[in-house]
């Protein structure tokens, strides 16, 4: 008995399988290597986000989630700039803020896009755009 039948819900396991094999793969040495690389990452973006007049953490990120804006700077028009210049902001509406979620691949696009942030928030508080943005979610 038995042959071809499934218990509900054990979709999930395909993912569960997939991490297990990851981490088999890497190892203990390997897999806190990857946590040391990342907590590294985090810390430069929010040491770089910090260096921009005004821009705060929205929290203290234990992890890769990081949340950020100016209380003086619509940050949802800080998102349509960023588009403009071809990446891709997540939002928060409340506080106004952006959102990153960062993996390894964010690494080496810190400098370029805290310099984004910068010149984005730099440009707002310039006076060059007066209507108010606000995010929205699909």
Same mark, same amino acid.
């Not at 950020?68 to 902001?89: E, N, Q, S």
């Given at each position: 008995?038995?042959?071809?039948?499934?218990?509900?819900?054990?979709?999930?396991?395909?993912?569960?399988?997939?991490?297990?094999?990851?981490?088999?793969?890497?190892?203990?040495?390997?897999?806190?290597?990857?946590?040391?690389?990342? @907590? +590294?990452?985090?810390?430069?973006? &929010?040491?770089?986000?910090?260096?921009?007049?005004?821009?705060?953490? #929205? =929290?203290?990120? $234990?992890?890769?989630? @990081? +949340?950020?804006?100016?209380?003086? &700077?619509?940050?949802?028009?800080?998102?349509?700039?960023?588009?403009? #210049? =071809?990446?891709? $902001?997540?939002?928060?509406?409340?506080?106004?803020?952006?959102?990153?979620?960062?993996?390894?691949?964010?690494?080496?696009?810190?400098?370029?896009?805290?310099?984004?942030?910068?010149?984005?928030?730099?440009?707002?508080?310039?006076?060059?755009?007066?209507?108010?943005?606000?995010?929205?979610?699909?």
């Amino acid at each position: 008995g038995g042959g071809g039948h499934t218990v509900v819900g054990t979709r999930p396991g395909g993912g569960v399988a997939g991490a297990w094999a990851v981490l088999r793969s890497l190892g203990r040495a390997g897999y806190r290597r990857i946590a040391t690389d990342l @907590l +590294a990452i985090r810390d430069a973006y &929010v040491e770089g986000m910090l260096t921009i007049e005004g821009m705060r953490m #929205r =929290g203290d990120p $234990p992890l890769m989630n @990081l +949340a950020f804006g100016c209380d003086d &700077v619509d940050m949802a028009k800080v998102a349509t700039l960023l588009a403009a #210049r =071809g990446w891709v $902001p997540g939002q928060l509406r409340t506080p106004p803020s952006l959102h990153l979620m960062l993996s390894l691949h964010h690494g080496t696009a810190r400098a370029a896009y805290v310099a984004d942030v910068a010149a984005c928030v730099a440009e707002l508080r310039g006076g060059q755009d007066t209507t108010r943005a606000e995010a929205h979610y699909a």
